[in-house]
């Protein structure tokens, strides 16, 4: 059974750094694209950054470009999202997801805020 849990959430000053991980099990992690989407309050979920299975090629969204970085370890099983120079519109709850899965996990929230 696909399980996603995801961790590093926190309250940061804008500007600030967090890392989230997202460690996965049930599956063949190195087989599958794998996402990170953030959904704020009152917002419909959105896809923020996408990385391949084998090339690790990666994309995101404009408003992150630059500043975020996804990667994955697929010897640990885990994606990680590394945010640097956070705004306070970064602020949602963050999940990571699998291609062809329609589960999420639970999230962790991201809270960028003086």
């Known amino acids: 059974q696909v399980q996603l849990v995801e961790s590093g959430g926190g309250l940061v000053q804008p500007g600030g750094s967090l890392r989230l991980s997202c460690a996965a099990s049930?599956?063949?992690?190195?087989?599958?694209?794998m996402s990170w989407y953030r959904q704020a309050p009152g917002k419909e979920r959105e896809r923020v950054a996408t990385?391949?299975?084998?090339?690790?090629?990666?994309n995101y969204i404009d408003s992150v470009k630059g500043r975020f970085t996804i990667s994955r370890d697929n010897d640990q099983n885990t994606l990680y999202l590394q945010m640097e120079s956070l705004k306070p519109e970064d602020t949602a709850r963050y999940y990571c997801?699998?291609?062809?899965?329609?589960?999420w996990g639970q999230g962790t929230q991201v809270t960028v805020s003086s």
């Open positions: 990385i391949d299975a084998y090339d690790g090629i990666t």
């Open positions: 049930g599956f063949v992690f190195s087989n599958y694209i």
């Open positions: 997801k699998r291609r062809n899965y329609d589960g």
